[in-house]
């Protein structure tokens, strides 16, 4: 079947739906080969200094922004610039937003709700893979929202990253300053670091996104693809940089028994959260008993239809690191179905143009739900899965899945490879087989392939896109 979507993306917004030709305002992609030097500082910027207008250090400056909506191409509507320099531990970037104050729209908001907010961006593809890229929203009011973009699959916005930022509305506009650690993103280690960034601007009042460099719809779906390399000339590095958080809970309950009189409980649960950063690129995740009783509580869902089943997004810090890598054209891995793992190991990260990601958990949850005496009762769940990616061309790939889920005599295995390949005039080819076996008892099993093509094309003026599905019995 034929699709045509209309393009509309969060920042550089790209949500895909059933639509109709798009309509732009010609415009030129951005190219540019000499990175943007990014000067080196031992007295941090303060948000002070961009407020009284006090000189700083060192700064690259940046000051030509360009429309991506709702004009091609077109000149920002208010004047902006963006300062950026770095010390042994951080990126600093500092934004001066010319405005009517009373035209701004910002809300103290919590943080990643500040969607229909005025705010600025940077955007880091550290592996100059342009294809993924951190982001770094902030807001008026130096409210943040962060997160992953990758291209040819959307943003991630349930990454959590550490970033320090403050932000002040003042009479002839807001200044933001923003605080990144390097301890938080990950790149290879180098004599110098080069890097691709998109810095942005929203103004929603006008439904308008500027950047620097010129991003255009004419360059879709390359979004990452487009930036601008920038040069860091210090061998910097987030180091090893070593998490060990350990936990313990002990409660003793004292009750009324009626046979047997006053009884009491005593129950203790220790437990460890563990990451490590290997080569500066491969992050080693460990978690021990882990605990998950501070993460937010679930959104709610309709559950009036049972059709369909519920799907809650995944926010436990131990499945979030690098989460993207085990995204396919058809997803088969969801993590929130590891409901209660006692221990588990994850492996992700990047090397040159190779993207490997391993996991292996138990599972409480499935003996759990089975009352005492039944069979299985107590017992657990053994779950892996294993994606590796590899990148050729521009922004070609090709990629491997395989998983394996056990219960006692059942199991479920599954193998996929997936490519997507990106052709001249930005048409792209992509396309993933599958095949899965489900073992339901010891004398039986089901089995089956699946196949999925996708044929796309972008420029300026319109947005196409043809899916063929095709699943075989099993």
């Given amino acids: 079947m034929i699709s045509f979507f209309l393009l509309c993306r969060r920042r550089v917004a790209l949500a895909m739906g059933l639509g109709v030709f798009v309509l732009a305002v010609v415009g030129t992609a951005f190219s540019e080969e000499t990175p943007l030097h990014i000067p080196r500082v031992n007295r941090p910027p303060k948000l002070s200094d961009f407020l009284e207008g006090r000189p700083r250090e060192a700064e690259a400056v940046v000051t030509i922004f360009k429309q991506f909506d709702p004009h091609d191409g077109a000149e920002i509507s208010q004047p902006t610039a963006a300062y950026l320099s770095y010390d042994s531990k951080n990126l600093y970037v500092g934004w001066i937003c010319k405005d009517d104050p009373k035209l701004i729209r910002a809300r103290v908001a919590p943080r990643k709700q500040i969607d229909t907010d005025d705010r600025v961006t940077i955007n880091i593809d550290t592996f100059q893979d342009h294809k993924h890229a951190y982001w770094f929203d902030v807001n008026p009011y130096g409210i943040q929202f962060d997160g992953r973009t990758t291209d040819g699959i959307g ?19 807001y200044v933001v300053l923003e605080t990144i650690p390097f301890k938080s993103i990950r790149f290879p280690r180098a004599s110098k670091q080069v890097w691709n ?28 693809g487009q930036f601008a390399p920038i040069e860091i000339d210090d061998d910097i590095s987030p180091g090893r940089n070593v998490q060990l958080i350990p936990y313990g809970i002990y409660s003793r309950d004292k009750y009324l028994d009626p046979n047997k009189g006053f009884q009491r409980q005593d129950e203790h649960h220790p437990g460890l959260d563990a990451k490590t950063v290997i080569h500066d690129a491969l992050t080693l995740d460990v978690a021990v008993n882990p605990d998950f009783s501070e993460i937010g509580s679930d959104d709610p869902q309709v559950q009036v239809n049972q059709r369909y089943e519920v799907i809650y997004p995944e926010r436990r810090p131990f499945f979030l690191e690098n989460a993207s890598i085990f995204t396919m054209p058809e997803q088969l891995f969801f993590s929130r179905r590891i409901v209660d793992p006692q221990f588990g190991a994850k492996l992700t990260g990047s090397i040159g143009r190779w993207s490997v990601g391993a996991l292996v958990a138990d599972d409480r949850a499935p003996g759990e739900v089975l009352v005492q005496g039944q069979s299985g009762h107590g017992d657990r769940a053994m779950d892996g899965a294993m994606r590796v990616e590899r990148e050729f061309g521009h922004q070609s790939h090709v990629g491997l899945f395989l998983s394996d889920t056990t219960f006692q005599s059942r199991s479920n295995r599954v193998a996929s490879l997936d490519a997507r390949y990106i052709a001249a005039h930005n048409w792209i080819v992509s396309g993933q087989a599958t095949t899965s076996q489900t073992a339901l008892n010891p004398s039986g099993y089901k089995a089956g392939p699946g196949y999925i093509l996708g044929i796309s094309k972008s420029d300026n003026h319109l947005y196409f896109k043809s899916v063929y599905p095709i699943a075989a019995p099993g």
């Fill in 155 to 173: 943003d991630d916005p349930s990454w959590e990253g550490l970033c320090y930022s403050e932000g002040r509305i003042t009479e002839d506009g």
């Fill in 197 to 224: 960034i998109c810095l942005a601007r929203a103004i929603l009042r006008n439904n308008e996104w500027s950047m620097w460099p010129f991003v255009s719809h004419k360059g879709l779906p390359q979004f990452v």
